[in-house]
Every structure is written in C-alpha cells, then in structure tokens.
C-alpha cells in the first residue's frame, strides 16, 4: 500500500507562483512513476506533469516553461513548482504513483495510487 499526501494548494493571483509537494508513504521500497493530474469543474481529469525514478519528464502542452515536476526519491516526494499560473491553472490537484516496488524484486504496475487533491485557484 502507498499513501500520497500533499500540500501547497491555495489561491494566487495569476502571473504568481505556487509550489505543490507530495510526499508518500507506506510499504514499498520505490517508485516508478510520480505525478500530478488535475481536474477542473466540468472537466475531465488530465495529466498536468509525470516523472520517472529514471527522470524522464512529460508535461501537458498548456503548462510547458511554466510548471517544473521534481523528485527526491530519498524522501519518496514529488514537487510541482508552477510559475505565471494562470486562472485556467484553477483546478484541484491529485499527486498520483504508479508502478511499485513492493520489494527489491516484487514490482507492479498496478494498482496505482492518488494522494486527495489540493485545490489551487487562481484570480486574474
């Protein structure tokens, strides 16, 4: 099992900033992939940024030279620094994992886990 938890969420105005952060916890020795979705009202929810333990990255389009996805993997965290948010930014945001070492030779792709979303709204 892993729990996801984060923080950070919370109103900016728009050009400002936030830094979401997530961090997991529970039985697992590491992570495959780390990320973060969001879901606005009436919307679907979609991908916003993912990480692998290998440092791949992939961003929507919408968020690219805005939002930067990092991790520590020695703190099992994954952070969302977003600048110049705008307030079509406005959405709660899921801190998700996939694909779990549940051991050194135990590993899953599913399932996969979701933290409880924080929201950001941002006012222009």
């Known amino acids: 099992q892993v729990q996801l938890v984060e923080s950070g969420g919370g109103l900016v105005q728009a050009g400002g900033s936030l830094r979401l952060s997530c961090v997991a916890s529970?039985?697992?020795?590491?992570?495959?992939?780390m990320g973060w979705y969001r879901q606005a009202p009436g919307k679907q929810r979609e991908l916003v940024a993912r990480?692998?333990?290998?440092?791949?990255?992939d961003y929507v389009d919408s968020v690219k030279g805005r939002f930067t996805i990092s991790r520590d993997h020695a703190k099992n965290t994954v952070d969302l620094q977003m600048n110049s948010l705008k307030s079509e930014d406005t959405a709660v945001y899921y801190c998700?994992?996939?694909?779990?070492?549940?051991?050194?030779?135990?590993?899953?792709?599913?399932?996969?886990?979701w933290g409880q979303g924080t929201q950001v709204t941002v006012s222009s």
């Open positions: 998700y994992a996939y694909g779990i070492y549940y051991t050194s030779t135990r590993y899953s792709n599913t399932p996969d886990y």
């Open positions: 529970g039985s697992f020795v590491e992570i495959n992939m």
């Open positions: 990480m692998t333990r290998g440092a791949n990255q």
